[in-house]
């Protein structure tokens, strides 16, 4: 007997998604010994491209992108034994972009723990004033808002309004505390009175009349005469 020449008795249907969401197209035909492969066009059907690893009676597309929206779809029908093929109608596809979350969240906290504290953050509205502040701690100093390693604000109370989830961070760092005094016979100054690990200081002594300046010591049990 003559084989069966493919027939498509079902043809894929314009499909219309939400971003994220799986989009689905199917066929059905009948005839010897099917092959299916889906083809893909984003010209408006000028040009077709085969799917790699299309080649079932139905195709799905997980987690549809915007960037898909228009492209069109549509399966080549083969016998394998009449070597005939068909070619179902064209079908479209639509993606909706995803709306806007009602509200975010911010989340803020503290580094290192202990070296300070941060108040604000939570659920805001779209385009809602946000306030985050920074407080240190005794002993630390604030150096910055931090978001994904990038430094965003350098002051310690920070407003932006929400426009999507954010998580920040109030970098804070170890501060020593130096006091100076001198002894009779001269003065003694400094450019801060407080620094951290590795930062420069000046201090300046200044003798009065008669006197001469002959050195500093420290209360660690160090001496310098510079």
Do not use: H
């Amino acid at each position: 007997t003559r084989p069966e020449r493919p027939q498509i008795i079902g043809q894929p249907q314009d499909t219309a998604v939400t971003e994220g969401e799986t989009a689905a197209f199917a066929v059905e035909a009948t005839g010897d010994n099917l092959t299916y492969q889906w083809q893909q066009s984003t010209d408006n059907g000028s040009t077709w491209s085969a799917i790699d690893g299309a080649n079932a009676a139905s195709y799905t597309i997980q987690n549809a992108a915007t960037g898909l929206s228009g492209s069109q779809y549509r399966c080549v029908v083969t016998g394998t034994i009449s070597r005939v093929s068909v070619i179902s109608a064209a079908a479209t596809l639509t993606v909706r972009a995803k709306p806007a979350p009602s509200t975010y969240t911010i989340t803020a906290a503290a580094d290192p723990m202990g070296a300070g504290s941060v108040t604000g953050g939570g659920n805001y509205s779209q385009g809602a004033s946000v306030t985050l502040t920074a407080t240190a701690n005794e002993g630390y100093r604030f150096t910055g808002w931090m978001e994904n390693d990038q430094r965003v604000s350098t002051d310690a109370t920070y407003t932006f309004n929400a426009t999507g989830d954010r998580t920040l961070t109030a970098k804070f760092e170890r501060v020593y505390t130096v006091t100076i005094s001198s002894t009779a016979g001269g003065t003694a100054s400094t450019n801060k009175t407080t620094a951290a690990a590795g930062e420069t200081m000046t201090l300046t002594a200044t003798p009065e009349s008669g006197y001469r300046f002959t050195g500093w010591t420290s209360s660690n049990g160090g001496t310098f005469t510079d």
